[in-house]
């Protein structure tokens, strides 16, 4: 069974700054890809950024230049960090891993989601 667990969300003001994380356990073989979606109230999940085991990163034309993904290979592990956050950053925030378990082989896993608020 594998989980992805986030922290770091919270209320910031326009202009802040926040790092989500994310660390994924269970019986975990190899992790492909990791990245973080949002989903803002009335609008469809997007993906903001991802990064894969080799280090290549992808990000939303939305946030490039202000949120920075890395990963700790180590850990199971991926960060974004977020700046110069702006009110329409506001949304939940999800983590997401393409894997691979021994017992089922590869899948998609998707934590639990963590709320990012950027108001004044």
């Known amino acids: 069974q594998v989980q992805l667990v986030e922290s770091g969300g919270g209320l910031v003001q326009p202009g802040g700054s926040l790092r989500l994380s994310c660390a994924a356990s269970g019986s975990i073989f190899s992790i492909y890809a990791m990245g973080w979606y949002r989903q803002a109230p009335g609008k469809q999940r997007e993906l903001v950024a991802a990064?894969?085991?080799?280090?290549?990163?992808n990000y939303a034309d939305s946030v490039k230049g202000r949120f920075t993904i890395s990963r700790d290979n180590a850990k199971n592990t991926v960060y974004l960090q977020m700046n110069s956050l702006k009110p329409e950053d506001t949304a939940v925030y999800y983590c997401?891993?393409?894997?691979?378990?021994?017992?089922?082989?590869?899948?998609?896993?998707w934590g639990q989601g963590t709320q990012v608020t950027v108001s004044s």
């Open positions: 990064i894969t085991s080799g280090g290549s990163t």
């Open positions: 997401n891993a393409d894997l691979i378990t021994i017992a089922t082989g590869r899948g998609g896993y």
